[in-house]
């Protein structure tokens, strides 16, 4: 069968595509204990709030975090002076009141039966807007108020009615929290879910999400999932979408507001706990871990996304660890050790397996969730040998180089004059494997041992590079003579620095090497005036710029006279020939239109020569097509009229 070309392109797209996509199945992270003391921090102001809004989100975050709420009996007195005034409590006021007793669960007194009145008026209203019924049934449930099969049905007719109109996310997920309510009755919300869901937006194939954020991405999964556990059905979110939720919501954990914190911890509480999928985090139990000799455990963290541990503890195996720079394997189907003293921690002891030193992916499966965790093996580095001395810039003689013992410093000063070059040889081991290595950061530092010059201009450094070649051996080579300009030549002693250092060493260090004494040239006579015109300039360097004005192009010569006349004539030579044809010719004059739209055409069009020629002269294309613009539509609707009266009077002959 023959493929089109095209479709099998689609087809070949497709396959990549997929490929490419990585299978998550382990969120990013979790709810770390400084997590939660962080969002507690934020919710603190807000219990002593007399905005009762900012004080339901306030006690309802201390609820999911667990906490007691303080001050608990003035939070009742707060209410109830606010429950006085029935006339000035909306059901949304009303709903938060409803939720902060039930929270507390200690406030005395008639605030549930008047906050009640408030819901049933709400709910017997036919003009009540979604956010009303969704503040006046959730407030009922949280009183544990039962409502009648009569009301039951009305509520459904207005969701439904109001849903023909508008059926926005926030509508949706409003429909979703009062359908979980109703409890069977609201089987006719779970078709509207995949209606939500297929409006969320993914992002770099990590997180889900839906317009406008945070509040209305949770609103939206807890109502979801509140639904789904109501009529004991599985959402219909696959376990994919549920960890690119719960990767977003974590996401948020900065955010800085009450109603923030409590949007986060509710919909991270909810996908916790809900009773059809839970989203797991495997990761490390510390970010940036680095594994060496005196720590050689990797230790990796298998909870919930609040933290907690898991229900069962599952067995938590490392199926293999892979150096990135090479994709070598070190380990295969290795068993982590469960900690003591912490049900979420298990370790592994990594430098059993003498990995060298780098960056290494390593599988782990917990139950039948897998992640990939990285972590990086530190080495420790060694300086096999170091020499340093002096040479000939010529190269004609071989340098005289003697050797220096890490950490120690040569006891002699190095002399080097113009004629010379600094020269220095160091070769770096792995202090595991004592193989040759090469590093990331390896300089050469040269500083005055002096803060200023005789002279009294500070002192220099100046850091060079060193190279090592195809057997990791590094050489520093410096002409003295040619380098004396990096060095205002200012002869006299430096002290010669070796700067090692790189992401996976164990021991970077600054070593100072020796003390050479540098003599340079005097500087020429083009040098200095170079100096100087450096620092004249530099010392202007903030001071007023002349101001920046713009600068036309000057006009371009113009022609001789003679060409300009001779070119005038040949212009105006048509309009002679013309003439001199009418004259020759003859003009029937009297066959004129004596009519006020010809007269005005012939004017018009007269004008309009007229406006070409003083363009020509004076004018510029702007101004000029603004006149010929008001001349030609009185010309054209003129000739128009004039023509039209030519062709009546034919016709009627």
């Known amino acids: ?156 007719n207005t969701i439904r009615n109001n849903l023909r109109k508008d059926d926005s996310l926030w509508n949706l997920g409003y429909t979703f929290h009062i359908a979980s309510d109703l409890g069977t009755s609201g089987a ?113 963290k298998v909870c919930d996304i609040l933290g907690n541990p898991l229900d069962s503890v599952p067995k938590v195996i490392a199926n293999s660890a892979t150096r990135i720079e090479d994709d070598a394997v070190i380990l295969s189907k290795q068993s982590l050790q469960i900690s003591q003293t912490d049900k979420t921690l298990f370790t592994l002891n990594l430098m059993e397996r003498k990995p060298e030193r780098g960056f290494y992916k390593i599988s782990v499966t917990a139950g039948s969730i897998t992640n990939t965790i990285t972590v990086k093996v530190l080495c420790e580095v060694v300086v096999d040998y170091l020499e340093i001395g002096t040479g000939d810039a010529d190269q004609t003689t071989q340098p005289k180089l003697t050797r220096v013992l890490y950490p120690e410093k040569l006891k002699h000063k190095v002399e080097a004059d113009s004629q010379q070059k600094l020269v220095m040889r160091f070769l770096l081991r792995d202090g595991a494997t004592k193989k040759p290595m090469r590093t990331h950061q390896a300089f050469v530092r040269l500083s005055s041992s002096a803060s200023y010059s005789n002279s009294g201009e500070k002192g220099h450094e100046i850091l060079f590079v060193a190279e090592p070649d195809t057997s990791h051996f590094y050489k520093f080579d410096m002409p003295v003579g040619s380098t004396a300009v990096n060095f205002n030549h200012q002869s006299g002693d430096y002290n010669v620095e070796l700067i090692v250092g790189d992401p996976i060493l164990g021991n970077p260090f600054q070593w100072t090497v020796a003390t050479v004494n540098l003599k340079f040239p005097e500087s020429t006579a083009a040098e200095r005036i170079v100096k100087s015109a450096f620092y004249k300039q530099k010392s202007n360097i903030y001071t007023t710029k002349p ?104 016709k009627s002959r």
């Open 1 to 156: 069968m023959n493929i089109p070309l095209v479709l099998l392109i689609a087809i070949t797209r497709l396959t990549i595509c997929l490929s490419s996509n990585q299978v998550l199945q382990s969120t990013n992270s979790y709810l770390t204990t400084a997590d939660k003391i962080h969002l507690k921090k934020i919710l603190e102001p807000g219990i002593t709030s007399s905005d009762v809004s900012i004080l339901y989100y306030a006690v309802t975050g201390y609820k999911f975090l667990r906490a007691a709420v303080p001050n608990q009996q003035d939070i009742c007195d707060r209410l109830a002076r606010i429950a006085k005034n029935l006339d000035n409590v909306t059901t949304e006021n009303a709903f938060h009141i409803a939720s902060i007793v039930e929270t507390i669960g200690t406030c005395q007194g008639d605030l549930r039966s008047i906050v009640a009145k408030v819901f049933t008026v709400a709910i017997e209203k036919d003009s009540s807007t979604m956010p009303e019924l969704y503040y006046a049934v959730s407030g009922l449930t949280a009183l544990s108020e039962k409502l009648s099969g009569n009301k039951v049905d009305q509520i459904i």
């Open 188 to 300: 006719f919300a779970f078709a509207r879910i995949e209606d939500a869901i297929i409006q969320a937006d993914e992002v770099d194939g990590q997180y889900l999400q839906f317009e406008g954020g945070l509040s209305v991405t949770s609103f939206l999964v807890n109502g979801i999932l509140k639904l789904s556990d109501a009529l004991k059905q599985k959402p219909p979110l696959t376990s994919q979408q549920i960890v690119k939720i719960a990767n977003y919501l974590l996401s948020r954990r900065s955010v800085q507001t009450p109603r923030g914190v409590t949007s986060l911890l509710s919909a991270l509480t909810m996908l916790a706990n809900n009773a059809f999928e839970k989203p797991i985090c495997v990761t490390l139990a510390n970010e940036g871990v680095s594994i060496s000799v005196q720590q050689p455990f990797v230790t990796v």
């Open 547 to 650: 101001e920046i004005k713009h600068m036309f192009r000057e006009p371009e010569k113009r022609p001789p006279a003679v060409v300009s006349n001779l070119f005038t004539g040949l212009c105006l030579a048509p309009i002679v020939l013309l003439f001199g044809l009418w004259a020759k010719l003859g003009v029937n004059i009297s066959n004129f239109p004596l009519s006020i739209s010809a007269v005005t055409f012939h004017l018009g069009l007269g004008s309009i020569f007229v406006l070409f020629g003083i363009f020509w002269l004076k004018l510029n294309m702007f101004v000029t097509l603004r006149y010929l613009f008001g001349l030609g539509v009185v010309t054209f609707l003129a000739g128009n009229k004039m023509l039209s009266r030519i062709a009546h009077k034919h």
